[in-house]
């Protein structure tokens, strides 16, 4: 199993970004997926998360209604979608793969396998 986030970079405050995280070794469409973040010097944060058609989404308040997560199944591949960006945003994003049925819960350790990081910075 691989996953290969990707698209982060440097916006300035309201701006928008959409991140992709390439699955590969895997049935993509058979497990649910999450994005993570980590600050500097903050623990790693729930994100959003997605059920494995995508009908299900769930998200952390401090992002729902600015950030989107979606899947392509037929491209093994997840998206999170990020809008009205804000300097607190600033993180290292993460996507992860869960078998687990929790995935919504956004406990990290269900979450068993784990992209490299794309990093985000937003400019106030």
């Known amino acids: 199993v691989q996953l290969q986030a990707s698209g982060g970079g440097l916006v300035q405050a309201g701006g928008s970004l959409r991140l992709s995280c390439a699955a590969f070794g895997y049935m993509f469409g058979n497990y649910p997926m999450g994005w993570f973040r980590q600050a500097p010097a903050k623990e790693r944060e729930f994100v959003a998360a997605?059920?494995?058609?995508?009908?299900?989404?769930h998200y952390a308040d401090s992002v729902k209604g600015r950030f989107t997560i979606s899947r392509a199944n037929t491209k093994n591949t997840a998206y999170l979608e990020m809008s009205s960006l804000k300097p607190e945003d600033t993180a290292v994003y993460y996507c992860a793969m869960t078998t687990s049925v929790r995935y919504g819960l956004g406990y990290d350790e269900d979450y068993k396998y784990w992209g490299q990081g794309t990093l985000v910075t937003v400019s106030s």
């Open positions: 997605i059920s494995r058609s995508g009908g299900s989404t």
